[in-house]
């Protein structure tokens, strides 16, 4: 049977949590050091000018990602759909930004100039959006979801975020599928092709139920928690030594993926944009 | 009696009445089964037991006091367990899950590890401790649900339908759980719609119907009943049924398939 577009985007973006989902691949690495250096070299993509440096950072991601070598696939899923997004909400920048104009586009009533800045614009915006997604999906795939939790805390970022973060990554499967069960369940009433806007309408309905079912699960997650909590301040968390022991060779990787990550940001301010 | 539930009403939002006069108690040892329709309060009553929700009248009382004064330490002698296995594992790992607890009542994590190990080997669920819960089976999930509240030892478990969506082999596995926890002194409370589960472990069977809480009398004169069980939508065990079909007149009815086996090694015959 054919699906619709919402429900193989779901069914998508389901596996590729559960594909991003994972126990650390490498688990030489620092969790602390590994977060650190995934946040300076985001921070570094997302606020880059130029493309130089989006550019070596996208390099950079290829590189781990191919060292890690957990889910290339997801990698590249997430990879595609950020620069896919990023690209089509840029796309009025390339409007709407004055400069040189390279093309005109009439549309009867107006007609729409193209401007060279406003296209190299979106081309910067869009490279550094898919850097810094690029380059955060491969430190997740080294150290895995537990990885980046237990280097929040590490980081010494508070209990509650770590706990909201460590609840998301069981929660958020578990909501996408319901909601391919719920869209499956509408999908299998629909007898006839019907007019995409009536098909479409049924569909959306899903939302309600959603967050219907989403507000059920949080009471009875509450009462889950409220359950097993005999102390009224929050329990003790797993400690971060649970980790495996790193050891020389371990430590001088972990220098060397901090020294990258705060060289790279050095090395834009040399080179310039 | 440890646990006693008297005459509780309860509303959700909404003017939602679900309980309009719920009463039960259970003490140690004891297996008490309440058997209801869908929607028709067991889990609210199992909720307002554990002291999760506050009744709007009537009283919940542990070991004679009433457990809203003796919580949140009070939540240790109370294990609770959800239908939905889903809802109740919320931690990344299996061995999280089971420690949760352990962190808030031992000191150290050696102690923690010590004892997660030999409850990890008890429910079978030594290659399963660094793994999600949220992508076991059915069967695994529930097992994990069992151990994370069975290992910090409460005296009361109230586990609501413990036998939902689970396959045969699982259902006996849970059984044997319920079983030795009663013979170790813990008093059982289980809400079920399995009429031959509750045969088979219940010390007393409630009904409840319309908010209200009837019966508590002994399993074999519940399950005989079928005017009280028609209020829960159930029908006799299908072993007693089938004995009466065959014209069986024994003293004691069958309820379960060995108490059949036994009254034909007895020498009853069709009559």
Redesign the interface.
Known sequence: MKRSLTHSFLEALRDTVNDL?H?ASLKSFNPTITLLSALILTATASFSTGVKLPTLILLLSVALTLYARPSTYAWVKVVLIVALWSLLVSIPLAFITSGEIIASLPLGFATLRVSREGVNTLLAFTLRATSAAAIFTAFYQIIG??GM?KGLRGLRVPSELTAMA??S??YI??FLREAVRLLSAREARIMKKGRLRRVWWMLTTVIGDLMLKGYE?AW??E??????????TS?????LS?WRPLKAPDRLKDLGLMGLALFIPVLNLLIGP | MLLKVEKVRFKYPGNVEVLRNASFNVDRGEVVAIIGSNGSGKTTLL?IA?G??KPDSGLVLLDGEPLEKQL??A??R?G?L?Q?P????????VY?EL???L???LSS?EEVKAKVSIFAEKFRLKGLL?K???RLSVGEKRRVTLA?ILIYDPDVLLLDEPTANLSSKSVEEVEQVVLEASEAGKAVVITSHDVEFVAKLANRVYVISNGLTLGGISTASALTDENLLALADMKPPIILRASKLLGFNVKEPPLTIEAFAKALNEGYRPS
Do not use: M
């Open positions: 989902n126990e979801w537990r939790v460590s609840l990554i069981t499967p578990l699960r009875r997650l009462k889950a928690l409220r359950a097993k909590s005999f102390v009224e329990p003790r968390s797993a400690p649970s | 909720l554990a999760l929700l949140p330490e939540r240790r109370i609770l959800f939905d889903d809802d109740q594992l919320f931690n990344p790992t999280d420690a949760f607890t962190r808030q009542l994590e660094d999600p819960p949220y994370s």
